[in-house]
């Protein structure tokens, strides 16, 4: 088992960095980990994700280059660094956690990212 809970969403504007964190428990640091979003609409989409020692890491096209993700096992603490935000980052933010990327059983309840253009 595996509880998550995310922080760190607000309102931004666009060109502004923004770090999101999601604390975990239970199994945590033998997860793999990953950031998810969602808009009204549309379907969860991955962001990005992080095996679970931390040398893998992958990230959605569109986030490449300006999201960073990043993990801390030793305080049960995952990272999302966002820089360069663009009006179409905006959404909910879940943090989730599973055996591998991809395959996330646990999820979080969700930060909301609004990024005004």
């Known amino acids: 088992q595996v509880q998550l809970a995310e922080s760190g969403g607000g309102l931004v504007q666009a060109g502004s960095s923004l770090t999101l964190s999601c604390v975990g428990s239970g199994m945590f640091p033998r997860a793999a980990l990953g950031w998810y979003r969602q808009v009204p609409g549309k379907q969860r989409e991955p962001v990005a994700a992080?095996?679970?020692?931390?040398?893998?890491?992958n990230y959605a096209d569109s986030v490449k280059g300006r999201f960073t993700i990043s993990r801390d096992n030793a305080k049960n603490t995952m990272y999302l660094q966002m820089n360069s935000l663009k009006p179409e980052d905006t959404g909910v933010y879940y943090c989730?956690?599973?055996?591998?990327?991809?395959?996330?059983?646990?999820w979080g309840k969700g930060t909301l990212v609004t990024v005004s253009s």
């Open positions: 989730a956690a599973g055996p591998a990327p991809g395959y996330m059983d646990y």
């Open positions: 992080i095996t679970s020692s931390g040398i893998t890491t």
